[in-house]
């Protein structure tokens, strides 16, 4: 942890989007702590307090020291008196009495078990704990459940996407998709984005957008990639979901989850001979190979700097942008458009710098949105 002491009168802004948080986080401990209980009240589908505690995490994710005191957090937005209360605690004592009840919660770490397979959300989890499963293995031994596709896989391949994907790993997927895109359409565009994008070390998954300057061509490109990727004989699971949308139907007021891009959720087999350094696996494991989680995207090219904005996160930092041109901007972003009501116009981009720009806010680096 830094030995920097907080400046004084230090302002920090409530809005993830008007904050810069590299990966390193001076307050780790506390983070984790939080990090816990907004885990364990999106289990429980209760939205506010779960995102009191994201926004908590995220101001101390973004602070260049460590709080140490409850007196040098006192100037510190987003921290009420629940997350203040655990936070002292922690401080006096090193660890919270509530947080350590969550981890030792039998539903709490039976949901976060469930919830850890691909495919299987808080209410899939929720539903097999309610019928009194508590293991991988009850579950797969119930004959009353149906597992889809995507569960089966999930199970099938759990150790392996499980387990975290590095970097070297993620630049040899890079090459693998970079090729196959490149064969399809040769002025095809592929741009890196999720958490490597913002410069993490390890991720769950690996995050590609893909588009053509062609417009239409965008449509056919993720099937044509993943028949590429089939006759390798190493797409081991491919959801597609074709595109639904359409800019007629913009802007959208209603707070979707989702964007209507056309979109692939892949598992592929990734070759040690491929990886910089070798595969990234247990101690003791020495497999030529493993699963990784892929996730495609393919806009249309004049969509590409929303998208690419969108998919960048990191979710929380994604939050604040939309919160921030709501109730600062009266605008309305997504990872489609940005739409300003009061001149009741869409605004045009077609860089992410443009779209901080019609925000009104300094543009922050992908690797400072680590919020
Ligand atoms: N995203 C989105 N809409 C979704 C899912 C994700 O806009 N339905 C965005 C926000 C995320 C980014 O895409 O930051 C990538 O999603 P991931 O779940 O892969 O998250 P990260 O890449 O940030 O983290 P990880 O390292 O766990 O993959
Ligand atoms: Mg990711």
Same mark, same amino acid.
């Given at each position: 942890?830094?030995?920097?002491? @907080?400046?004084?009168?230090?302002?920090?802004?409530?809005?993830?989007?008007?904050?810069?948080?590299?990966?390193?986080?001076?307050?780790?401990?506390?983070?984790?702590?939080?990090?816990?209980?907004?885990?364990?009240?999106?289990?429980?589908?209760?939205?506010?307090?779960?995102?009191?505690? =994201?926004?908590?995490?995220?101001?101390?994710?973004?602070?260049?020291?460590?709080?140490?005191?409850?007196?040098?957090?006192?100037?510190?937005?987003?921290?009420?008196?629940?997350?203040?209360?655990?936070?002292?605690?922690?401080?006096?004592?090193?660890?919270?009495?509530? $947080?350590?009840?969550?981890?030792?919660?039998?539903?709490?770490?039976?949901?976060?078990?469930?919830?850890?397979?691909?495919?299987?959300?808080?209410?899939?989890?929720?539903?097999?704990? =309610?019928?009194?499963? =508590?293991?991988?293995?009850?579950?797969?031994?119930?004959?009353?459940?149906?597992?889809?596709?995507?569960?089966?896989?999930?199970?099938?391949? +759990?150790?392996?996407?499980?387990?975290? $994907?590095?970097?070297?790993?993620?630049?040899?997927?890079?090459?693998?998709?970079?090729?196959? $895109?490149? $064969?399809?359409? @040769?002025?095809?565009?592929?741009?890196?984005?999720?958490?490597?994008?913002?410069?993490?070390?390890?991720?769950?998954?690996?995050?590609?957008?893909?588009?053509?300057?062609?417009?239409?061509?965008?449509?056919?490109?993720? @099937?044509?990639?993943?028949?590429?990727?089939?006759?390798?004989?190493?797409?081991?699971?491919?959801?597609?979901?074709?595109?639904?949308?359409?800019?007629?139907?913009?802007?959208?007021?209603?707070?979707?989850?989702?964007?209507?891009?056309?979109?692939?959720?892949?598992?592929?087999?990734?070759?040690?001979?491929?990886?910089?350094?070798?595969?990234?696996?247990?101690?003791?494991?020495?497999?030529?190979?493993?699963?990784?989680?892929?996730?495609?995207?393919?806009?249309?090219?004049?969509? +590409?700097?929303?998208?690419?904005?969108?998919?960048?996160?990191?979710?929380?930092?994604?939050?604040?942008?939309? =919160?921030?041109?709501?109730?600062?901007?009266?605008?309305?972003?997504?990872?489609?458009?940005?739409?300003?009501?009061?001149?009741?116009?869409?605004?045009?981009?077609?860089?992410?710098?443009?779209?901080?720009?019609?925000?009104?806010?300094?543009?922050?680096? @992908?690797?400072?949105?680590?919020?």
């Amino acid at each position: 942890a830094s030995a920097t002491p @907080p400046p004084p009168k230090a302002t920090v802004s409530q809005y993830a989007c008007q904050r810069r948080t590299t990966t390193e986080n001076n307050n780790k401990t506390l983070t984790d702590a939080f990090e816990v209980l907004a885990d364990s009240y999106e289990l429980n589908e209760m939205e506010g307090p779960c995102l009191a505690f =994201r926004r908590a995490v995220s101001v101390l994710k973004s602070l260049p020291w460590a709080v140490k005191s409850l007196e040098t957090a006192q100037d510190l937005p987003c921290l009420g008196e629940h997350s203040k209360a655990v936070m002292k605690e922690i401080l006096q004592y090193g660890h919270s009495f509530e $947080v350590e009840k969550t981890l030792s919660d039998e539903r709490y770490q039976t949901l976060k078990l469930f919830t850890s397979v691909f495919g299987v959300g808080p209410k899939t989890a929720d539903k097999w704990y =309610r019928r009194g499963l =508590r293991s991988f293995s009850e579950v797969l031994t119930d004959s009353s459940i149906q597992l889809n596709r995507m569960q089966q896989s999930g199970f099938l391949h +759990y150790g392996d996407i499980s387990r975290a $994907v590095s970097k070297a790993e993620a630049r040899a997927l890079r090459s693998i998709i970079d090729e196959a $895109v490149h $064969v399809i359409t @040769p002025d095809a565009v592929l741009a890196l984005t999720g958490g490597f994008r913002r410069g993490k070390e390890f991720g769950h998954d690996v995050d590609f957008i893909v588009t053509t300057p062609e417009p239409g061509e965008e449509e056919t490109l993720l @099937p044509k990639i993943m028949n590429r990727l089939t006759k390798q004989g190493i797409l081991l699971f491919s959801d597609y979901q074709t595109s639904t949308f359409e800019m007629s139907k913009l802007p959208c007021h209603r707070f979707e989850a989702m964007d209507h891009f056309a979109k692939c959720f892949l598992i592929l087999r990734l070759e040690a001979s491929k990886v910089e350094g070798g595969l990234h696996l247990a101690e003791g494991d020495s497999r030529g190979w493993r699963a990784v989680r892929v996730d495609l995207v393919s806009p249309p090219m004049e969509r +590409y700097a929303f998208a690419l904005l969108g998919w960048t996160g990191s979710r929380q930092f994604e939050r604040d942008l939309r =919160r921030f041109a709501r109730m600062e901007r009266r605008m309305l972003l997504d990872n489609h458009a940005l739409y300003d009501k009061t001149k009741k116009e869409f605004l045009a981009a077609t860089t992410e710098k443009d779209i901080f720009a019609h925000l009104g806010l300094e543009y922050i680096e @992908p690797w400072q949105r680590n919020a």
